[in-house]
């Protein structure tokens, strides 16, 4: 049972939970093995429990250069066996990322659906545009300006009734609970327009960011997307894309140019965080695994 083997990514496996020892997966082969007429017929893979880190057992598979064509109940996902993930977005302004991602989840780019936003700004430019799509909104947090508003603990509690796997915040202003950190580990991503750790942290949002890339001479900057932990910008550093910054730029320039290659990149990261392609390196670091290129992480 724990004899492992590599069989060739073109045959078709089936999950079976071992209920007898829930540290161990098993994976029964179910398809022709072109290389080894032993395994014609069935054979285990047992996949252990140390292997898992945060991956579910297809991403172990996938590390292992193994295919899954179908899988045993429990385990089962639809379409290509991955489950199509509920996606939750925090914002506060125009919303132009969000746009972004939603359109790349409308044409299929992303396996993921967008099913509530939350924004402490009711009426902003991307809650009307959830609006429009029929997409809920929610109010967070309660204050003078926003009576409607809902404290943190109502907020976990609500985004608990839509199933949320990953919340992503686009230009969401405020600082998010600890509750809701605590309530989605490794699951909450954000976007700012600095290649942090350089011209993050508290203050340094919208177009001051730009203007202090600028003063400082950098010839480079361009945006990052990072888990999101208790304080501001400093989670760990998902996916970077590298823009220039040309010698007579204005702010507005620059915000242009770096706003262009944050839509990209978001779209490319929700597609592989819903993928289930974000592996987390033993040192804490998460890499994303190509999809053209399994074999390739950046
Ligand atoms: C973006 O520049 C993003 O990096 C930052 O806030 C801005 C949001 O812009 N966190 P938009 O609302 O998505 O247009």
Request: glycine content about 8%; hydrophobic content about 35%; aromatic content about 10%.
């Amino acid at each position: 049972m724990d004899t492992l083997f590599n069989p060739s990514s073109t045959s078709s496996f089936t999950f079976i939970q071992t209920h007898k020892n829930p540290q161990s997966f098993s994976l029964r082969t179910c398809g022709y093995l072109p290389f080894s007429s032993q395994f014609k017929t069935q054979s285990w893979v047992c996949l252990k429990a140390q292997e898992f880190h945060n991956l579910t057992p297809l991403n172990v598979l996938k590390k292992r250069g193994l295919k899954c064509v179908s899988s045993g109940e429990g385990l089962a996902d639809e379409g290509e066996g991955i489950r199509r993930k509920n996606l939750a977005v925090f914002v506060s302004g125009g919303g132009s990322n969000f746009r972004a991602v939603h359109q790349a989840t409308v044409s299929g780019d992303v396996h993921g659906s967008f099913v509530v936003l939350v924004t402490n700004k009711h009426d902003c430019g991307g809650a009307n545009y959830a609006r429009e799509n029929g997409i809920p909104v929610i109010i967070y947090p309660n204050t003078k300006g926003e009576p409607e508003g809902l404290s943190s603990t109502d907020l976990v509690a609500a985004l608990s009734k839509y199933k949320i796997d990953f919340i992503l915040l686009a230009g969401y202003l405020k600082l998010i609970p600890s509750e809701l950190i605590r309530a989605y580990p490794k699951s909450i991503l954000n976007i700012h327009p600095s290649l942090l750790p350089a011209f993050g942290g508290k203050g340094y949002y919208g177009t001051k960011v730009h203007k202090a890339v600028i003063a400082s001479g950098a010839r480079y900057s361009g945006p990052t997307i990072h888990f999101v932990d208790e304080h501001y910008d400093t989670g760990r550093i998902l996916a970077q894309r590298i823009v220039p910054v040309l010698a007579n730029d204005t702010v507005e320039e620059l915000a242009a140019r770096v706003l262009r290659q944050e839509h990209k990149m978001y779209a490319e990261v929700a597609a592989a965080v819903c993928d289930e392609r974000v592996i987390w390196r033993e040192d804490g670091v998460p890499i994303i695994q190509s999809k053209a290129n399994p074999n390739h992480y950046s």
